[in-house]
Nanobody, 122 residues
C-alpha cells in the first residue's frame, strides 16, 4: 500500500508559478514511476506529466510542455511538479499517481493521491 498526499496548490495570477509536492509513504516509493494528472469538474481526468522510477525519463502533455517540470527525490519520497507561466486553462484539481512503468494511461495507476486545487486567475 502506498499513501500519496499532495500539497502546494492555491490561487495564482496568470503568468505566475506554483510548485506542487506529493509525499509518499508505505511501500518503496522508488519502485514506482509517478504521474501527475488533472481534472476540471465535468471533464475527464487528463495526463499532465510522468517520470520514471529513477527520474531519468520524463513525459509531458503537449499543453504543458516547456512550462511544467516533473521531478522526484527518492531519498525524501517526494514527487514535484514545477509549474511556470501558468494559464487560466491550467485551473484544475491536480492528482499525483503511482504506476508500474512510465505511462500516460490512468488505467495503469496503482495508487492515487487525494488531489490539490490549482486556480489561475486571468
Amino acid at each position: 500500500q502506498v499513501t500519496l498526499v499532495e500539497s502546494g496548490g492555491g490561487l495564482v495570477q496568470a503568468g505566475g508559478s506554483l510548485r506542487l509536492s506529493c509525499a509518499a509513504s508505505g511501500r518503496t516509493f522508488s519502485s514506482y514511476a509517478m504521474d501527475w494528472f488533472r481534472q476540471v469538474p465535468g471533464k475527464e481526468r487528463e495526463f499532465v506529466a510522468a517520470i520514471s522510477w529513477s527520474g531519468g525519463s520524463t513525459r509531458y502533455a503537449d499543453s504543458v510542455k516547456g512550462r511544467f517540470t516533473i521531478s522526484r527525490d527518492n531519498a525524501k519520497n517526494t514527487l514535484y511538479l514545477q509549474m511556470n507561466s501558468l494559464k487560466p486553462e491550467d485551473t484544475a484539481v491536480y492528482y499525483c499517481a503511482a504506476t508500474i512503468g512510465i505511462t500516460t494511461d490512468q488505467a495503469m495507476v496503482h495508487y492515487w493521491g487525494q488531489g490539490t486545487q490549482v486556480t489561475v486567475s486571468s
